[in-house]
């Protein structure tokens, strides 16, 4: 970072839509304060990987997806345009709560996650790594909750999954009058 001030904006990122509205806030924060943004996308070796053709080859396939995942993400967010401050696009081996408290290490770092809903399987299998971040961040931590579009776009898709289609939320045909 060459900001002299070293203030940061650290977001995790993952493509969601959560994870864009966070990001946008992110940047918006970044601009305000006179910091540098820094979009991280946590990784992991999915269960039963590393088996063949080698661990470090699996382990480099699986950074290189993350990397591209997380520029898909910021182009998708920005789409080009200048963001108004310097971002770092950084990709880490680790849990997402976990990653993302190891980079915002500095007191005047703050630390950016969207809350998103979870459903009851990601409940039972672990903290969300927001609620990991609250709790354990050496910096401030700003959990943005998910936009009420997101509710709209899960309705959709529920929609779509029992085949109603979109032709069941648009109106009938209209008579003139």
Do not use: K
């Amino acid at each position: 970072m060459d900001r002299t001030d070293g203030q940061r904006v650290v977001v995790g990122v993952n493509g969601s839509l959560g994870s864009m509205t966070a990001l946008h806030r992110a940047a918006e924060e970044a601009r305000r304060r006179g910091a540098s943004l820094m979009a991280a996308l946590a990784w992991t070796v999915p269960l039963g990987g590393m088996r063949r053709p080698g661990p470090e080859a699996q382990a480099d396939a699986f950074r290189l997806a993350a990397r591209d995942q997380l520029r898909g993400a910021l182009r998708a967010a920005f789409g080009g345009s200048h963001v108004g401050v310097p971002v770092e696009a950084v990709v880490i081996e680790g849990q997402v709560g976990e990653a993302l408290v190891s980079l915002a290490d500095r007191p005047d770092d703050l630390l950016v996650v969207g809350t998103g809903r979870r459903g009851l399987w990601r409940r039972l299998t672990g903290p969300s790594p927001s609620r990991y971040c609250l709790a354990h961040a050496g910096c401030p931590v700003l959990a943005v909750p998910h936009a009420p579009l997101h509710d709209d776009l899960d309705a959709l898709r529920q929609l779509g999954r029992r085949g109603a289609g979109l032709g069941a939320l648009l109106p009938g045909p209209r008579t003139p009058r």
